[in-house]
């Protein structure tokens, strides 16, 4: 088991590690910072002056290890719109990211598993075909287009929740069940998958000619084994949460990473931006870290593969 953590720890420290040079030769490249700050009548002078202060005339390695050097202190460097250090518009835009995508988890298993189940309980019938049909409908309309429609009918028209903020928890519930139907369709075929699986085996037959009652085969025996892969795919689901809540975020007015995000990559602060991709992706790194090691403690035979 501990040479197992060992392995899947270095090898989620290089994935990060490659992210973020990635990430770093990507931005550096997609513009030219100081004629963004400078302005189009900037004189030649007055754009040497910039990227000498910003320390753009030196080689990107060298940039590129000092920025992950204070990027691993907790320093990102200051924002170039905003004039502020970075950590402080993470820090103070995080919690908001990351009530959504919790709450948006909670809206996507509240749909997936009683779909899943019951589309698994009757395969190829009227169930299980209206079950795929609810679920790939949360995938088939864009997110923001299906956010715009909750804003009109829930908040607009019957008064039940605000339109945009992030100042109390009910500001989160239509984005919250935005994002969370949108990702709901693959979490409800993997359960569905398992299920009918699981159904099918003999240890489920063996209990039903026990007299097991249906609800405790169901639910004890037969979820609770097709529940190990939906973990790993929690895992990344949430993780897409965060990094894809860039338009949810701006459609309902959310101060999170995702408004944080956009309002940087328009205004071309590139600060904001590299660290909150290399945040995004520690943290999809880690929970699919997480995942590996709680699959691999309910079920040995994965860390003995």
Not at 110 to 123: E, I, Q, R, S, T
């Amino acid at each position: 088991m501990l040479l197992y953590m060992a392995q899947r720890i270095g090898l989620a420290v290089c994935v990060c590690l490659a992210v973020s040079l990635l990430a770093f030769l990507l931005l550096n490249a997609s513009g030219d910072v100081a004629s963004a700050i400078a302005g189009e009548e900037a004189t030649p002078a007055q754009m040497a002056a910039i990227r000498t202060e910003l320390g753009l005339d030196r080689s990107w390695v060298i940039r590129y290890v000092e920025w992950l050097g204070n990027a691993l202190r907790g320093d990102f460097g200051n924002s170039l719109f905003f004039q502020q250090p970075v950590a402080d518009l993470i820090v103070y835009r995080l919690p908001n990211t990351l009530t959504l995508a919790a709450l948006a988890a909670l809206v996507m298993l509240a749909l997936a598993v009683p779909l899943g189940v019951l589309a698994a309980l009757w395969p190829g019938s009227i169930v299980d075909r209206t079950a795929l049909a609810i679920a790939v409908m949360g995938q088939a309309m864009p997110n923001f287009w299906f956010g715009l429609i909750l804003i009109v009918v829930f908040s607009l028209m019957l008064g039940w929740a605000p339109a945009s903020g992030s100042t109390t928890l009910a500001h989160f519930i239509l984005p919250a069940i935005a994002l969370g139907y949108y990702s709901t369709p693959p979490m409800m075929r993997l359960i569905r998958a398992g299920m009918i699986e699981a159904l099918s085996s003999d240890y489920i037959r063996t209990a039903r000619a026990k007299g097991i009652g249906t609800g405790k085969v169901i639910f004890k025996h037969a979820l609770r084994n097709a529940v190990i892969p939906v973990i790993s795919l929690l895992a990344v689901q949430f993780g897409n949460m965060l990094g894809g809540s860039v338009v949810i975020e701006t459609v309902f007015g959310i101060q999170g990473l995702g408004y944080l995000a956009w309002e940087s990559i328009s205004r071309m602060d590139l600060p904001v931006v590299q660290a909150i991709l290399l945040i995004v992706a520690v943290f999809y790194i880690a929970l699919v870290l997480l995942s590996d090691m709680v699959n691999s403690w309910l079920d040995p035979r994965i860390r003995i593969q």
